[in-house]
DNA sequence: AATGAATGAGTGTTCATTCAT
DNA sequence: CATGAATGAACACTCATTCAT
């Protein structure tokens, strides 16, 4: 399936292939194994174009996660329904989620499991797509909140606390149904999986807005 | 500052020593990118004797995992009361879980950032401690079920993904409530983040228990 | 003195300079002492470059071994009068041989001093064009033995010591006239040495063909 | 069989078994691979006392050279039978020279394979025992000329490259002899080794003596 | 538009050697 | 007499990066 080796193509086809095999190789050995070397060969061209077109290996590496934090932000920002109550936004948002993550494994290996953990350059980048989605999630949790009455304000760093758990939880799901999940091979739907989460989530964050505290004397 | 250039330590005291000084260096770099060099410098010794005592930077790397991992391990065994309600067992496992982290932030890092995106050898070892807390919380949520008197019996794939949920929550959390959190420098306590979390999670179970589903009819 | 420093060669060219420095080296300072930073030295071009070429030090160390072997087998395979009797065949390999080592002290010093006593990967390559040449004394012993009309068959064991004999004879005066032979510091010609060992080894062998032994007694 | 594990051993007493361990491990590995830490494990020893009794690495292989060299010698010293002919000499010589490499093969190892390819210090210390050898050999030669009646006077040089000659088939031999020569697994006994190299020189030297000559027209 | 040739700087690892007890 | 603790120096090997064409 790979593509012929047909030499002088234009530009931008030759850098989404170094992408492309960027993504891969970041993917499969961790940013610091990757090497230069293999990414050229993987893009089935020599190292010297990939400097000319990416400048470093660094360089590379915030190209690839910018390209594959944009394309699941917009994933995420396309599934949402606008215009609809909070929760079949976030339930619409979590299939959207699930459904780019579960296309686009590799990608999501390189954000979740190698960009956080590189440090400073790159940490941020993914931080920035992660306070996205947070603040998403809190404003659909804020938004929920008013629809069913809330007497009174939540505190904001309740709200915020609230929101981390439900994305790492969906971070969770997105890694466990990437790697086989109940090791029956077959992953499970997208659907399915944001169902999981939506019915874990909702109950309870729907009864925190009503004011309904877990305590340990129950 | 630090410990005084004392020589001549028995063996066991220095091995400490290293793995301390392994744990923050390979919290700060991540694996790959920590050279030996660091690790020696700042466990106060020469890179041969690192070498005499721990064969290699892979063997070097496992004996950290398996000492963190087994100190979490403990902590979150030691802080379960056992014979009480399900939900009162899980509540206390939190709050063992999340003191522990928030005082060995680095071991944390290490076995959540870095094993676990290294591949074969060290993701293996710290899947196995996942794979313990992932069945403590499903034994959890199957008993919880039962005292709710739940009419009928939950299926494992549904019950595990709550479970790998609400793993997931509590490690976003950990991460979060190191990290600074909502930004104000100061973190939250261990007993906040628990309840954070539980809030969260226990009335959603509860209503699932129940037979409950969220919907988007609804 | 010495070529140039000419850079950007082709490769054939750089790897046969690369051999080169390595056999001067290895027969310098022998194969473990010889290090690869000394090597690239010696060979005008950076260490990286050599692993470019040659992959390893064993790698370098048996492409030496192969073509000082090659080209000694070989020197000796067209040195040799075929058609004719055969001690003229063994006269005309001696000389072949002893001209080719002492052009090329460092690979025959290479060859017999350094490969064969690196134990498995490298004496096995040396063995193999000893045992050529022993086989090729070994025929030309036996052809001998039926000129002269031997009576009995010589045993198969006898023989090989034999071939044993002068081919370690031939080895230990190769590396006697290469290393000054009497002290006189100028090398004998090929010539005079093979006729050296034609002398001391053919009456033996005619006479041992012809069915007289040695014995105490005498 | 090894020695059970005795402390407070006599100084001379422990010398020789580091020597032993040192044997061993030299022919094993050779000298630059041949480490320090092993040399001691095998002499059942701590590395410190090695170096206590031996200085270095140089020294000790010195020692080591120096002992299978002076036993060597003095076995064929011992084995030469004096006052009798000069090729029952030679044979003699033989015979022990064949018992003695077979007797202790890694001593020989060490001997022809080792020190002879290690340079300058240890070289020259074989080179002096090798002389010795070599100068007897000559002194039989010169002896069987006479006895011989030969009428002219043989050249030193003629007389020096026969010698070589002769002593580099004995080495021959000796290595052939002890890698299970023939292939079939038993060694040949010292005497048989003896006899075939003494049946390939004796009748060559001693037509040679009588001031025959192999040439190429004959 | 594209590449073969080349390297500076660093990494993991080993080894001979020495103290302090 | 004997050793556990410790290191300076070196070595094989790799990698991101550049130049000349």
């Known amino acids: 399936m790979g593509a012929v080796k047909s030499k002088r193509m234009p530009r931008a086809v030759r ?3 170094m992408l492309d095999a960027a993504v891969l190789t970041f993917a499969r050995r961790g940013y610091r194994a990757a090497s230069m070397d293999e990414i050229a060969e993987v893009a089935g061209v020599s190292k010297p174009l990939v400097y000319l077109y990416l400048n470093s290996k660094e360089e590379l590496f915030s190209a690839v996660i910018r390209r594959e934090a944009a394309a ?3 994933a995420v920002r396309a599934a ?8 079949r936004q976030l339930w619409s948002g979590l299939k959207g989620f699930f459904a780019h993550t579960a296309e686009h494994p590799d990608g999501w290996t390189v954000l979740h499991q190698q960009a956080r953990t590189q440090g400073e350059p790159f940490a941020v980048e993914v931080a920035v797509l992660r306070a996205e ?8 949790i804020g938004a929920a909140a008013q629809e ?11 709200v915020s606390g609230l929101a981390h758990a439900l994305v790492g939880a969906a971070e969770s799901l997105a890694d466990w149904a990437n790697s086989g999940g109940p090791g029956a091979g077959e992953r499970p739907p997208a659907k399915d999986t944001a169902a999981t989460l939506m019915n874990f989530a909702w109950a309870g964050l729907g009864r925190l807005m009503a004011g309904e505290r877990w305590s340990p004397g129950s």
């Open 72 to 74: 699941l932000a917009e």
């Open 148 to 158: 069913a009455g809330c007497d009174r304000e939540p505190a904001a760093r309740e």
């Open 80 to 87: 949402v329904e606008p215009g609809v109550s909070a929760d």
């Open 133 to 140: 989605i947070v603040e998403f999630v809190t404003a659909m």
């Open 15 to 17: 850098e989404q292939q």
